[in-house]
T-cell receptor, first 110, second 111 residues
């Protein structure tokens, strides 16, 4: 089985722009979660989707949004980028036995 | 934040020694999971222990869970240089894919 695939791997954006990140979960996994990792705040939960519905949301501003498609692939969007949004964004697909993470998208906002 | 705490923050040992990392959390949980991360890459799932379990083994890994103390430990026996990484505990309180991570322990295993 292929693992969780995140694209792109690296991204450089300018303040004020918006960005869309993509995540393809492991085949058959219907739950997809997103996390932000920064040196200062560590790993923080953004949101989780299951069968195209957002089931859980973390404490992030409305600039962070996501969606899930019928094939379970997910995207997250960040609008009006700020320097503080620079981070490693990780996607995970899960079953009841644990979460499987992609390699992440390294976003740098300049 | 419900984020747990891990200690030590950093651990340096010689190859062949055992490494123990501890994790404490704040709320009731359904399960607790341990992950490894190499150099800012993706996280690798190591082991999951459910709230009704007290100990679990997987290869050189041993995890314990004490729900009365809201704490868990990860023991890596006979460590190898390849075990050098950051280790995170994560709690699942809702069975909905939402994990709350600790700050992590950075382990360095010297050859």
């Amino acid at each position: 089985k292929a693992g969780v695939t995140q694209t792109p791997r690296y991204l450089i954006k300018t303040r004020g722009q918006q960005v869309t990140l993509s995540c393809s979960p492991i085949s058959g996994h219907r739950s997809v979660s997103w996390y932000q990792q920064t040196p200062g705040q560590g790993l923080q939960f953004l949101f989780e989707y299951f069968s195209e519905t957002q089931r859980n949301k973390g404490n992030f501003p409305g600039r962070f949004s996501g969606r899930q498609f019928s094939n379970s692939r997910s995207e997250m969007n960040v609008s009006t980028l700020e320097l503080g949004d620079s981070a490693l964004y990780l996607c995970a697909s899960s079953t009841g036995s644990g979460a499987f993470f992609g390699q992440g998208t390294r976003l740098t906002v300049v | 934040s419900q984020q747990g705490e891990e200690d030590p923050q950093a651990l340096s040992i010689q190859e062949g020694e055992n490494a123990t990392m501890n994790c404490s959390y704040k709320t009731s949980i359904n399960n607790l999971q341990w992950y490894r991360q190499n150099s800012g890459r993706g996280l690798v799932h190591l082991i999951l222990i459910r709230s009704n379990e007290r100990e679990k083994h997987s290869g050189r890994l041993r995890v314990t869970l004490d729900t009365s103390k809201k704490s868990s430990s990860l023991l890596i026996t006979a460590s190898r240089a390849a075990d050098t990484a950051s280790y995170f505990c994560a709690t699942d309180s809702s069975n909905t894919g939402k994990l709350i991570f600790g700050q992590g322990t950075t382990l360095q295993v010297k050859p």
